[in-house]
């Protein structure tokens, strides 16, 4: 592996659950909304190695979105025990369930996803403390369903 070999891609039950919704999993995002800040810390490794080798996406999802389809076909795995496309290849239009429409702001700032990036540090033996998910350079915009975490990369608490 590289030296800046994506291991962990930190996101959160919300954003798993959009995700979801978005390809048409319309029996499986209130699962994954469901999930605890543990088990997406769990699920962090399994989504950086789907991220890190399109052609497996490819090989499981012919066609996949290769921006999403890391955490789509990650979550379908955990919550069904097998990968496999999801109802759609592409995003669905029109408004999202009133659970999931949720700004990006409010996003960034959900309790779930700073405890998910706390376990992951912990789990990686990164220093206590540090930046809260909201403070770190990540993606933006509406779509923005978390980042790629390299464990190390940031170890000075006040950054």
């Known amino acids: 592996m590289g030296l ?15 995700e979801l919704w978005w390809y048409g999993e319309d029996g499986l995002w209130g699962a994954a909304l469901g999930l605890t800040p543990a088990a997406v810390a769990d699920l962090a490794p399994r989504f950086a190695e789907l991220r890190c080798a399109p052609e497996v996406v490819e090989l499981l999802w012919a066609g996949a979105p290769l921006a999403d389809a890391h955490l789509v076909l990650g979550t379908i795995e955990h919550l069904e025990g097998r990968p496999r496309p999801a109802a759609r290849r592409h995003r669905r239009g029109g408004p999202m369930p009133d659970e999931l429409d949720r700004g990006e702001t409010e996003r960034w700032h959900d309790p779930a996803l700073a405890e998910v990036f706390r376990l992951v540090r912990e789990r990686t033996g990164d220093p206590p403390g540090g930046p809260q998910p909201w403070q770190i350079p990540r993606l933006h915009g509406r779509y923005a369903p978390g980042w790629r975490y390299v464990p190390g990369w940031m170890t000075d608490p006040g950054a």
């Open 4 to 18: 800046f070999t994506v291991k962990y891609v930190i996101t959160s039950p919300l954003s798993l659950a959009r």
